[in-house]
């Protein structure tokens, strides 16, 4: 098939819509050959970014928004498209696409040009009527990135504030004090507390990659004088967010500086591309479990729990990819039970900052308050919440065109405005077009090239680790207590290095928070940042947390620069040593017209023998990864044939589970078990392969949106719950008809899907309501009893039982589900890999532990509808469909409206490639 040209420039020639920009002052730098850029795709490839491209509103903008309730173009025309696939989805072919996704050809049709400027002579940025998406074409790779940063800060000025501040420990001096302000950027701070200078000793290190790290030096520098020199014309023109004006900053931000850029990476990297670092919550657990069992006893019992790798767990790849330690070896260090106390990560309180009272957001549109419940939502970082991309992906074998198809895309929460913008960028070396998080748009972090795309998903394996080392006295040397400011390292007394970042606010129209201060605090070691301290045989010992990617925040951006170049990436292959460059946690999928493939990325410390991934490990020399460098947090990896990865597969699914057999779940990972919200992705598309039915691209948008609509409890688990309670007869007849509903909603399918009146009600209600109701009480009451207390609340602690829906649009199959299968299963005499150690439901037969699920069945359904679904901001109490609506969390002053629940992708494509080089 015939490759589509995009020529560069022609749109701006022939439109009459040439904004005339003052160019600022401008590297010299000499015209460079842009190649046409190639469009391989045909119109066959599509994207979705919920609610929209815009993310600045201009403070008149705002007051128009609260006045009238319409909202700045481009603001929210995906939203709706995006929900309507929710009743759409079913029998959807090709030709219907368009009403649920949006064009992501290469180029600007002259007659949908919507604007043109010229922010300096070497770029241009042409928008598109119908999404408004930048296309920018440079004449020199500077001025590509020149338009870039000037682009990105067009569409997400405020947003890339709040999470420069956010990566820098002091977003309470942005977006003021509210409580979830506060909470978030001590979240950060715990994860990358650095110092002005260490931002800066990152970027100047980037030299030390060669002629690649160079090229990223030279990209920064020209998309931050992009950026600012957005600014400066927004400053003049009073074109600048209005939440700068709400939130008490009149003149805007700042100048941007590089070291923002590693600011931002840290916060995106530390949210989606982490793993590992809860070596201390499992060992609360196994101190609990040798508590509660004895030593040999409760060991088999954490590791059954544990499951680092459950045989019956569903993977990516088939193919055995060893990655991990043993549990308990030579090295491990457990503290003493009762012992452990977490680190303060906050002194100095002053003001409101000794309130954590929550200050309620008006409800309404208003400015006035907008922010007083933080930028971000509660519990937004918690695991595994924030974990909910997916990939989709069918072999050209067993597709109606005989060419590979992928659905896929990230989910990072969802916002107004999107984290996420979508961008084209032509220039030397980068012809790509798709998503880029706000404030790293260097670069298309997640989209398609001329003939190949790609996406990734959170892969979370274990490249953080804690270490135990001992307290020491500075002045004499001597044993410390668990007060002292003293280490020992490599048989020294080192002291334990404290780093600063005092937060300050005041009110404002936007947050109304008092006035109030702080100053975070982080105690480092030369092994990690000092998470908790406690005894250890009755000596005083701090357990640290030492990540692989700490100091080295920039480092991934060389791989987008390879996905972004065609020169780089002319096969799966390319792509894969592409990938292998991010050293942050994803799971990467690609496509092209011939191949689909896979790769998993990371920096993967090796670990020497008797060190323990799973535990703390004793902070002797001995045990320090293989090739460590104290002074940059450098190591030896594994090689890139270690990394679990795939090519030419019949199909490829991810959900964030386990990656291959052997590469263990990370210390804090409780999930890679026998239930996992992946098999709804995976048993479906084994099924219509299994069946001979080809895919099309419909076919599998509509497969992957159905497996988003159904409740991850609804097969596995209530299957095995209902089979226990089985087919005799059940006296109560309330309770009888609990059942009954429960058996028809699940045969039906296990959706959560509502109709389009005006006041929508779920399909099967009643089941919905009982199921969310009885599920915390149901995994109480079968394994509390004979986990008492102490082993139950551990558990809790490292796995906490989940919802099956959030206003946040997610849902997962949590960690009991899979205990629960595993125990109900062997108490029904049915076969299990890898059982638990013992039998937890009743007293281990079908009827004493049916007795236990329907007296928990008929506690559930004696709990009060307004309890099930409590009053929250948004919605009332008792309003069982609004409890799972999907809200956009305002990081502005303009909202959106709720959407019906779906676990999807927030930014999502739909790839089919005709044609390649």
């Known amino acids: 098939m015939r490759p589509h040209i995009v020529r560069v420039f022609t749109a701006a020639a022939a439109s009459g819509l040439v904004l005339a920009l003052t160019p600022s002052v401008v590297d010299t730098a000499a015209a460079e050959p842009v190649p046409d850029a190639v469009d391989y795709c045909e119109g066959q490839c599509d994207y979705i970014l919920p609610p929209g491209q815009a993310g600045n509103a201009t403070i008149k903008e705002l007051l128009a928004f609260l006045q009238t309730g319409k909202r700045p173009a481009h603001f929210s025309d995906q939203l709706g498209k995006y929900e309507d696939l929710v009743r759409g989805y079913s029998g959807l072919t090709d030709d219907q696409l368009d009403r649920f996704f949006n064009d992501e050809s290469f180029g600007v049709p002259d007659d949908e040009v919507a604007s043109t400027i010229h922010p300096r002579d070497d770029v241009t940025i042409v928008r598109d009527k119908r999404d408004g998406v930048p296309h920018i074409t440079g004449e020199t790779r500077a001025g590509t990135m020149f338009g870039a940063g000037y682009a990105g800060a067009a569409d997400r000025l405020f947003v890339m504030d709040v999470f420069r501040h956010l990566g820098r420990g002091n977003l309470t001096s942005l977006a003021g004090g509210a409580v979830g302000n506060r909470e978030f950027e001590q979240q950060i701070w715990r994860i990358a507390p650095y110092t002005n200078a260490e931002l800066r000793q990152q970027f100047d290190d980037l030299a030390d990659l060669g002629e690649v790290g160079v090229r990223m030096q030279q990209d920064a520098r020209s998309w931050v004088k992009g950026v600012n020199a957005y600014i400066a014309e927004a400053r003049k023109g009073a074109e600048l967010p209005g939440e700068y004006v709400a939130l008490g900053h009149p003149t805007g931000p700042t100048k941007w500086k590089v070291t923002d850029i590693l600011a931002t990476a840290a916060v995106a990297g530390g949210m989606f591309g982490s793993g590992g670092g809860s070596e201390m919550q499992s060992a609360l657990a196994l101190i609990e479990a040798r508590a509660r069992y004895g030593k040999t006893r409760g060991i088999e019992v954490w590791k059954a729990f544990r499951a680092a790798e459950d045989p019956e767990t569903v993977t990516t790849v088939d193919e055995s990819f060893p990655y991990g330690t043993d549990a308990l070896t030579e090295g491990t260090v457990l503290p003493d039970r009762g012992s452990v106390r977490a680190a303060n990560w906050v002194t100095d309180r002053k003001g409101s900052a000794k309130d954590s009272r929550r200050t309620p957001r008006p409800t309404g549109r208003s400015l006035k308050g907008f922010a007083n419940d933080g ?543």
């Not at 592409?578 to 990325?601: E, L």
Request: aromatic share 10%; with cysteine; net charge neutral.
């Open 375 to 917: 930028v971000l939502p509660d519990g937004f970082l918690d695991e595994p919440t924030t974990m909910m991309s997916n990939a989709t992906m069918v072999s050209g074998e067993h597709t109606e065109s005989g060419n590979p198809v992928a659905v896929f895309g990230p989910q990072t929460g969802f916002f107004a405005p999107q984290l996420w913008m979508v961008q084209e960028l032509q220039g030397p070396g980068v012809s790509a077009a798709g998503a880029s998080f706000a404030g790293l748009n260097f670069a298309v972090l997640v989209g398609r090239g001329q003939d190949y795309a790609w996406s990734p998903t959170s892969a979370m394996q274990d490249i953080t680790d804690s270490y135990a080392v001992r307290l020491c006295n500075l002045k004499t040397g001597a044993r410390g207590t668990l007060t002292s400011r003293g280490y020992r390292f490599h048989g020294d007394c080192l002291p334990i290095r404290r780093v600063k970042r005092h937060s300050s606010w005041k009110p404002s129209l936007g947050d109304q928070t008092p006035k109030g201060s702080y100053t975070l605090v982080a105690d480092r070691t030369k092994l990690g940042i000092i998470t908790h301290r406690a005894n250890v045989y009755g000596r005083a010992t701090a357990f640290t947390s030492l990540r692989s990617t700490f100091m080295h925040e920039g480092d991934a951006a060389a791989a987008f620069l390879a996905m972004n170049d065609p020169e780089q990436v002319s096969s799966a292959e390319d792509f894969q040593r592409a990938a292998s460059r991010v050293n942050y946690t994803f799971n990467w999928f690609y496509v092209d017209d011939q191949d689909i493939a896979y790769f998993n990325s990371g920096a993967n410390p090796i670990r020497p023998d008797g060190a323990d991934a799973n535990l703390p490990t004793e902070g002797r020399k001995r045990y320090e990864w293989k090739g460590w460098h104290a002074d940059d947090n450098s190591a030896d990896y594994t090689s890139f044939e270690e990394h679990p990865q795939a090519v030419d597969k019949d199909y490829l699914v991810n959900w964030n589970n386990k990656q291959a057999p052997g590469y263990n779940a990370a210390d804090g990972n409780f999930m890679f078990g026998s239930v996992h919200r992946a098999q709804l992705l995976d048993d479906r598309v084994r099924a219509q392969i299994d069946s001979g039915e080809k895919f099309t691209r419909a076919s599998l948008v509509s497969l992957v949106e159905e497996a988003g609509l159904e409740d991850p409890r609804a097969d596995r688990p209530l299957g095995l719950l209902l089979d226990v309670i089985g087919d005799r007869p059940i006296k109560d007849q309330e309770l009888a008809t609990a059942v009954q509903k429960l058996r028809v909603w699940r045969e039906s399918g296990g959706l959560r899907t509502a109709g389009t009146s005006e006041k929508p009600k779920f399909k099967h209600s009643r089941a919905l309501r009982v199921l969310d109701a009885w599920w915390p009480r149901v995994v109480r009451a079968e394994f509390r009893p004979k986990l008492h207390k102490g082993l139950y609340a551990s558990l809790l602690g490292a796995a906490p039982i989940l919802s099956g829906y959030s206003h946040r649009g997610n849902a997962s199959a949590d960690a009991w589900s899979s205990w629960m299968s595993k125990d109900l299963r062997r108490i029904l005499g049915r076969s299990v890999d890898a059982p638990l150690p013992r039998l937890y439901c009743g007293e281990g037969t079908v009827a004493t532990c049916r007795k236990v699920l329907l007296k928990s069945l008929d506690a559930a359904l004696d709990v009060p509808k307004k309890q099930v679904y409590p009053a929250d901001g948004t919605c009332k109490a008792a309003d069982q469909y609004c409890a799972a609506q999907t809200l956009h969390q305002s990081l502005g002053g303009i909202t959106q409206d709720p959407i019906h629940w779906q676990n999807r992708s927030t930014f999502q494509q739909v790839i089919e490639f005709p044609g390649g080089r």
